[in-house]
Structure formats: C-alpha cells, structure tokens
C-alpha cells in the first residue's frame, strides 16, 4: 500500500506552506456498474508518463499535486459503433461534466473545378481510439521546413540539437494539440494531398473545408477547438497558459472558444512570456481533457458513458460511496484533520477499472524534506458517505 500513499510538501493558492497527503484506491467496475475494491492496487504516478510507442503522447499525468481547484475527468479507451458507420457520437457524463464527442471516418481534401476545397466522403467506421492523434490538430511540416532547414544549419546550435528539442517551439505545430490531423497553415498542394483529417470533433465547433487554411501562424486561437478524453499535455494551450509564462497571440482575448464555452477562465489570458510578471494558476495542474474538469466530486455520482463501454451502447456506473479521512502530521505528536478533495477520476472501460485519487491538506510551519516526509507520521481510514 505504500505506493498509493504519499505526503507532499508545497505551498497552496495563497502561498502558504502546506503539508499533503495524495491517495489513490483502484477499482474494479463490474458489468453491472457496482465498483468494489481491486485486488491489484495501482501505485500513484511520480512523474508524467509518456507512452514507450508514441514519445510525445502522455500515457499519465503526475497523480502528486498537492493541489487541484477542480476534479479531472480522463477515459482512456475506444470509441465505438455497433457497425460501421461513415459518423456516430459518444459522450462522457459525470454530475454536470459532460463531454460530447463526434467520430467521423478517414476523409481526404481535394479541390473542385472552382478551386474551392471540399471534403470528400468519410469511410466507414467502427471504432477509434480516445486519443489526441486522432483529434483536431498537428504540424504543417511543410510550412515550417524553411525555419526548420535555418534552425539545422546554424552553427550555434550545433550543440543544442542534442540537449533540446528546439522545434517543439515551433510556430506551425498547433498549440492546442501537435499530435493531432488537419492543421494547415499554407495550403501548398503537396500537404493538402497527404493531409489527414481529424476523427474526433467538437460537433459544435467541426472543421470545414471554409475554415481549414489558418493563414497565419498567430491566427491558431481561431481554429476548432481539440475534444478527446485523455489527457492533455502540460505543453498545450490552455493549461500551458494557466503556467504562467506563455506568450499568447495579440489578438487573444475572452471570445476565444474555451472561455466562451466555460472550459477555461480568464486567468488563461494573464500568462506573459516575461519572468517578473508571470502568475501561476494551480489550474495548471488539472490535465484533463476541455469539457472534463469539474467542481469537485464527492464520491457517489453517477457516470453515463455513450458508445466508449466495451460491449454496452450506453453504460452507466456510480463513483463508489467513499471517501477518506485524511490526517497529516502536525508535529509535536499531533495529526492534523484536512478536508480530502477529489483530484482525479480515471476511467479505464476496457480494463473495467476506476482509479481516483483524493488529496487532503493542512497549513504546515515550512516545506518539508522528502527525508522528513518519508518519516512524518499521517493516517487514513475510509468512511461510507
């Protein structure tokens, strides 16, 4: 059990000291939607994880921040239709977060007589997989080659190449999502040929063939919003702007989509790309997907998932009814009592598991050591709610 349970030191929202303690209970949801306690505990994630196929896909986000202001929602699995159809839609819903999702088969672009471009049919499909390589989004690599053939032929670079990569920074990889299809700055025949569309849209803000050239790489802000259920990369906007020190396009402002649509606040738009003036936000830390991070959950709710379960079109569970009672030390012989907060809620229908991991916290006199940590005393007893 010593894997599911870490104290943690940092400092909260008002920039006191606190002192931490993470929780995670792992699950098994059974077919009839009853959760009971898995034999095989998952251990809490240090680190983010990214996936040994994919480098630049997170696998898991880090479960040890001391501190979420919402609860992150993330199914990791498959989309899927009873048959083959050419579109179908799936959704995610928990207390009031919901997400809805719209999978379209493999579509190509091509230009008709007028010179207009148009999509051409979808194939049909079955199923897709709930990442962001199959979302809204990407790299024109044949935009960004000239600044890409400058940047390998500069010679005080040479050494650089080895330690960074420096075109991760690149302004013609989508800041929402560089994993993902469709993104097109410059519509050069070539790319538009070999261009891959998204599978997965936001049925309220879908791509068309009208809007599909971005022009300019600071109009990104403009361009369909990326929908998936996983999680999403501390790198990618928003919750790269929640960091604080991201230089936001000029024309950024509250219209953009995510603010219109309640999935980000206006924090967002605070962050500068200068040290002195960069303000964190601990929204940060929430790594779920737009649309899937909530107030709080308390254990008990119910969760609705739309053509994502394995077998069932439609699949409903409740959280189980339990949370923990968190103490952390407070030296001189005392534990402290703190209030858990639900930080994340993992649902993995395939595997028929539920991970979720709470948080509790109290003022602590300094930050700790993780040699003290180790070594602080703190307790954990499970309640029925």
């Known amino acids: 059990m010593e894997n599911t349970i870490q ?3 940092g400092k909260n929202a008002k920039d006191k000291f ?3 303690l993470v929780v995670k209970r792992t699950y098994t949801i059974n077919d009839d939607g009853s959760c009971i306690l898995d034999a095989n505990q998952i251990p809490l994630h240090q680190d983010v994880i990214f996936d040994s196929n994919s480098p630049e896909v997170i696998a898991h986000d880090s479960d040890l921040y001391h501190f979420k202001p919402y609860t992150d929602i993330v199914v990791k699995g498959k989309a899927r239709s009873v048959k083959k159809v050419k579109s ?7 207390a009031k977060a919901k997400s809805n999702l719209e999978l379209i088969g493999n579509r190509k672009v091509y230009r008709k007589n007028t010179g207009a471009l148009t999509f051409d049919e979808p194939e049909s499909i079955a199923e897709i997989p709930l990442t962001y390589q199959y979302a809204y989004g990407g790299k024109d690599l044949l935009a960004e080659k000239p600044l ?3 940047i390998e032929n500069d010679p005080s670079l040479k050494y650089s ?5 420096i075109m991760e920074g690149s302004p013609y990889r989508y800041p929402r999502n560089p994993l993902g299809k469709g993104y097109v700055i410059e519509p050069h025949a070539e790319t538009l040929e070999t261009l891959e569309l998204p599978n997965i849209e936001d049925p309220n803000n879908k791509l068309t063939p009208n809007s599909l050239i971005c022009k300019s790489p600071h109009n990104w802000h403009r361009m369909p919003v990326p929908v998936c259920t996983d999680w999403v990369s501390p790198g990618w906007f928003p919750r790269i702007g929640y960091y604080g020190l991201y230089d936001l396009p000029p024309a950024l402002d509250e219209n953009i989509y995510e603010i219109k649509n309640g999935w980000a606040d206006l ?3 605070q962050s500068k790309f200068r040290i002195k003036e960069a303000q964190f936000n601990f929204r940060f830390c929430n790594g779920a997907s737009l649309g899937l991070q909530t107030n709080y959950l308390q254990g008990g709710e119910q969760c609705r998932l739309t053509n994502i379960h394995p077998n069932k079109k439609e699949f409903v569970f409740q959280l189980p009814k339990e949370q923990p009672q968190i103490k952390v030390d407070g030296r001189n012989g005392k534990l402290l009592k703190t209030a858990p907060n639900m930080h994340s809620v993992i649902i993995e229908p395939d595997q028929k598991k539920l991970s979720i991991v709470w948080c509790g916290s109290a003022t602590a ?7 003290e940590l180790k070594m602080m005393p703190f307790e ?3 309640r029925k709610i």
């Open 88 to 94: 179908f839609m799936a959704s995610v819903e928990i």
């Open 148 to 150: 890409r053939d400058k």
């Open 7 to 9: 104290q943690i030191s």
């Open 18 to 20: 606190i002192l931490a």
């Open 267 to 269: 924090n967002v738009l």
């Open 365 to 371: 006199i300094r930050p700790y050591f993780e040699e």
């Open 380 to 382: 954990v007893k499970w």
């Open 161 to 165: 190449k080895n330690i960074l990569e």
